[in-house]
Each structure stands twice: as C-alpha cells, then as structure tokens.
C-alpha cells in the first residue's frame, strides 16, 4: 500500500525546500557555496573602513572565501571582529595577514587580502589572524593634506603681517625701488648695447688681445734677449767685485775698530786727551803771537835802509 501523504504534510515539504533553496540562493548571491567545506578564522581591527558581511576574501588575487559576521569586540571596547570563512584546502601560516583593502582605486567596496608569512607552522580554524588596514591612496594623501592645511595657515598670516606692515608710504617706496630697478636695468642694457660702455671696453679688450698675439714673436725675442742678458751677468765678474767690495769693508771694519781701542798711530791721534791737549795750547799760544805781532810788529820786523851795515858794525 501507498502511503499517502496529508495535504499539510505536502505544503510542510514545499516550504521546507522553498527555505533551504531562498537560504541557498542567498548565500549563492553571496559567493557562499554552502555545499563546500570551509575553515572560519578571525581578525581584529580598529576599523574596517566599511567592509560588509558580503565582503571577499582574496589570496593572491584568487577568491577563497567570505566575510562571514562582524562584530564588536565585548572584551576589548573599540575593537572590531571580522570572521570569515575559507576553503578547506588553502593554509594559513601562523603570523599571517588579513588586510582589509579596496577592490579599486575609485570604489568604496572593502574586501580581505591575506598576505601569508614564511612560517612553517600554520594556523588552526578559529585562530585569530593579525588585522591590517590598507589606506591606499589616502596613506600618501592624507600626510599631503594636513601638510598643505599647515602651509595655507602659515601663507594666511605671512599674508596678514605683510597687509599689517605694508602701508601707504611702504607701498609708495616699493614702487619708487622698483621704478629704480627699472632704471638700472636699462642702464645696464643699454651698456651691454652696441655702443655700450661695455661692448667697447671688449672691444678694446679684443684689440689688445689680438695686438699682444700679433707681437707674440717680438715678445718671445725680447724675453731671449732679458735670459741672454741675465746669464751674461751671471757669467761677468760682478760677483768677484761683490767680494772685493764684501772684504774691503770687513778690512775697513777691522782698522775702525782698532783706532776706537787707541791702537797705532791713527788710534792714538784719535783717543790721545793729551796730544789733544798739547794741540790745544799750540793753537793758543800761535793765536797770543799772531795777537802780539799784530800789536808790535817793529818787535820782530825791522824796516831800515841801513840795516845791513849795522849788522856788519856788530858782526865787527
């Protein structure tokens, strides 16, 4: 006999399979094989940047899991947990890393990225893995734009000290400096003009230039004429009547020096008080007889015309 079944029973059957097929249909949506055999792990973070519960877990860039629950952490206030589940088959070294990264530079959709490390023990399901977040882009942004934020505060108040100094009078003179730089600097081009002061002193630098190249043979003559020159007086006797001379004054030295000790004649004449002396009185009585025989010239000269008989009177 056939059993039968009850109506009930029959739409109990019906919705029973309705539900495992919406169950599997949605998991399905989600990526999620229910079918297959999986490994779940763990990873905290501080933030997870809006990663979902749909969210992809990739190695490599292959797909081997799901995000499986997120929740806080009751043990540690603040932390975040992500479970996610992975095939059986893939292995998971102990130290590894779960980073949440974006699927693409312009998306806001976060998946899981592990990155396995070198360990040669791996991992057992439920072991919680080390938790990452990659910033992407906004890891070399954000530095940029805090930088950039101070840069415009500190260009805001040079800008205000600048406004606060530069009054009327101070813009007056900038202007003035600068009408001057103007001037100075059509000085200077019309300088370094083709009648510039400039171009002619180059010019005549030129000139003398090429003067000095054209009488480079001249100059060269002139130089072995001043070298001939030098090695005939390196040749002449100059250096012997240099020691001539050299000996005559030490000689010249030595006679000094002996009449300043009174040797010789000339040292005695020189260092003598007494010839001194005796040349003094000489010159003194020489001046007492010039005196006398200017005052008594008849004492010493006789003037008559009969001198010579007298003296023969005498001489008798």
Not at 179 to 188: G, P, Q, V
Not at 289 to 307: Q, R
């Amino acid at each position: 006999m056939k059993m039968k079944l009850s109506k009930e029973a029959k739409i109990g059957i019906i919705a029973l399979i309705t539900l495992i097929g919406f169950f599997w249909g949605l998991n399905f949506l989600k990526g999620i094989n229910i079918f297959k055999p999986i490994d779940e792990y763990y990873a905290e973070y501080d933030n997870i940047q809006g990663l979902l519960e749909s969210g992809i877990v990739y190695l490599n860039g292959y797909k081997v899991g799901n995000v499986r629950s997120i929740h806080f952490n009751s043990k540690h206030p603040g932390k975040i947990i992500v479970r996610f589940a992975l095939e059986e088959k893939v292995k998971i070294p102990v130290n590894s890393i779960a980073m949440i990264t974006s699927s693409s530079m312009i998306s806001e959709i976060k998946d899981i990225s592990l990155f396995l490390s070198d360990s040669s023990k791996l991992a057992s399901p439920g072991d919680t893995l080390i938790g990452r977040l990659d910033k992407g882009m906004f890891a070399f942004i954000e530095p940029v734009k805090y930088q950039a934020e101070e840069t415009l505060a500190n260009i805001d108040s040079v800008l205000c000290i600048i406004r606060n100094i530069l009054d009327k009078t101070a813009r007056v003179n900038i202007q003035h400096s600068i009408a001057n730089l103007d001037s100075i600097t059509a000085s200077i081009n019309g300088s370094l003009g083709a009648d510039g002061n400039i171009t002619k002193s180059l010019d005549n630098l030129e000139k003398i230039t090429s003067a000095l190249r054209n009488k480079s043979e001249e100059l060269s003559s002139i130089l072995v004429n001043f070298s001939a020159f030098s090695d005939s007086l390196a040749s002449s006797e100059i250096k012997a009547a240099i020691n001539n001379t050299n000996k005559t004054l030490a000689e010249t030295s030595v006679i000094l020096e002996k009449i300043n000790r009174g040797q010789g004649t000339a040292g005695m004449l020189v260092n003598s008080d007494t010839l001194y002396q005796n040349l003094k009185n000489a010159a003194g009585n020489l001046d007492i007889l010039i005196k006398d025989l200017n005052e008594h010239p008849k004492k010493y000269v006789h003037f008559s015309v009969f001198g010579r008989k007298n003296e023969s009177k005498k001489s008798r």
